[in-house]
């Protein structure tokens, strides 16, 4: 029962570097979103997905990219890596038929 | 419009005494409210969920309260707990059985003192 996988789960990136933030998931979800997660101001929706091939943007998409090749994964792409990036991301699927979101436990990137 | 607004930002209770979350929103096309709780290094986990057709919905110690006209809603949590020291963030949604684009409020941190 692994649920939402995240990988790394720790990162620190210089700036103007490029990385790719792993998401997978085992429950056969349609659904899932990337999220980032700043002191005091909850979390915030970079992008989602609702199928394999259609991605689409959420509150803050600028400087990431997606992509859903399959049902299971959902790669979160940063060009360019830039300070204001310094964040905790979050991964997370839902199935359709509620309205839960299961969460991975997180990635931790800082840009220096 | 999209923003839903959550307070206390921190709150420190006795255990056994009652801990209360308060979020309220402006678009009226919301139509799910969850709350989440998170630990340390841990990501978000569905507490307790609720539609505007009923104005409270209880699950043990958790209670959401949802008063429409004033475009609120809160988490109630009784008998408080230092098991239930965490970060709870409320949530609204517009059709959670679409794309299900949850909108957070900024989190409460909450200590329950033994």
């Known amino acids: 029962n692994a649920g939402v996988t995240q990988t790394p789960k720790f990162r620190i990136l210089k700036i103007g570097q490029s990385m790719t933030l792993q998401c997978a998931q085992d429950m056969n979800h349609n659904y899932m979103y990337w999220y980032r997660q700043d002191p005091g101001m909850g979390l915030k929706l970079i992008y989602y997905s609702v199928g394999a091939g259609i991605t689409d943007k959420g509150e803050v998409p600028n400087g990431y990219n997606v992509s859903r090749s399959t049902t299971e994964d959902f790669p979160l792409r940063l060009e360019l890596a830039a300070p204001s990036q310094t964040s905790v991301y979050f991964c997370a699927s839902r199935s359709g038929n509620t309205g839960e979101l299961f969460f991975g436990e997180g990635s931790r990137l800082t840009v220096l | 419009q999209q923003q839903v607004k959550q307070s206390p930002q921190s709150l420190i209770v006795q255990k056994g005494g009652i801990s209360i979350i308060n979020c309220a929103y402006e678009?009226?096309?919301?139509?799910?409210f969850p709350w989440y709780q998170q630990f340390p290094g841990k990501g978000p986990a569905l507490l307790i969920a609720?539609?505007?057709?009923?104005s409270e919905k209880k699950e043990g110690r958790f209670t959401i309260s949802f008063n429409k006209s004033a475009k609120q809603f809160s988490l109630h949590i009784m008998d408080s707990q230092p098991g239930d020291s965490a970060t709870y963030f409320c949530?609204?949604?517009?059709?959670?059985?679409?794309?299900?684009?949850?909108?957070f409020g900024q989190g409460t941190t909450l200590q329950v003192k033994p």
């Open positions: 949530a609204a949604s517009v059709g959670s059985g679409n794309t299900g684009k949850l909108i």
């Open positions: 678009n009226t096309a919301f139509d799910y």
């Open positions: 609720i539609r505007p057709d009923v």
